[in-house]
T-cell receptor, first 111, second 113 residues
């Protein structure tokens, strides 16, 4: 059974602070996605990473795929209350069409 | 485009009742998925489909059935509802090439009592 563990599970920080969320597995993924989900809504894709060591930036968010393609991180610089939500990573192994979702990190940014 | 639509938004079932959760997408995506999300948790894949007439089991298929007669529709059937099926159900679709970005519906909140 493939498992994607996210840490921390919960995070409450003040506006303007930096944070990093981790997504780890023992499986090798051909691609990994990060989603953000707000209460009462479905997840929305933030980014897809496909190459080991790849770094992608989306405004204040920086995503990194591990060299061995088993882990990933999401770093938020100068967090804002609008960043509040549930962050989910999802990995796809080679030869499959389905993604396995991580356990989730619930972020709350206080004004 | 409406994207992915799901009905109903909320439903309360008694133990042993049956129901069908509807999912429709208008993006001509070949791939469709059903997930369940328990409170504060990530998503668990129930079933998925790579095209009309083709379905396959995900991580937690027991107690559910699906069909895919058209590209647009992917209904999820609960035959004998149990309290363990209380959850929020999300349908998603993705194109069959590229990064397989998944587009999610708004979810169906199901309570079984």
């Amino acid at each position: 059974t493939q498992l994607l563990e996210q840490s921390p599970q919960f995070l409450s920080i003040q506006e303007g602070e930096n944070l990093t969320v981790y997504c780890n597995s023992s499986s090798v993924f051909s691609s990994l996605q990060w989603y953000r989900q707000e209460p009462g809504e479905g997840p929305v894709l933030l980014v897809t990473v496909v190459t080991g060591g790849e770094v992608k930036k989306l405004k204040r968010l920086t995503f990194q795929f591990g060299d061995a393609r088993k882990d990933s991180s999401l770093h938020i610089t100068a967090a804002q209350p609008g960043d509040t939500g549930l962050y989910l990573c999802a990995g796809r192994t080679s030869g499959t069409y389905k993604y396995i979702f991580g356990t989730g990190t619930r972020l709350k940014v206080l004004a | 485009n409406a994207g992915v639509t799901q009905t109903p938004k909320f439903r309360i079932l008694k133990i042993g009742q049956s129901m069908t959760l509807q999912c429709t997408q208008d993006m001509n995506h070949n791939y469709m998925y059903w997930y369940r999300q328990d409170p504060g948790m990530g998503l668990k894949l129930i079933y998925y489909s790579v095209g009309a007439g083709i379905t396959d089991k995900g991580e937690v298929p027991n107690g559910y059935n699906v069909s895919r007669s058209t590209t647009e529709d992917f209904p999820l059937r609960l035959e004998l509802a149990a309290p363990s099926q209380t959850s929020v159900y999300f349908c998603a679709s993705s194109p069959s090439k590229g990064d397989y970005e998944q587009y999610f519906g708004p979810g169906t909140r199901l309570t079984v009592t």
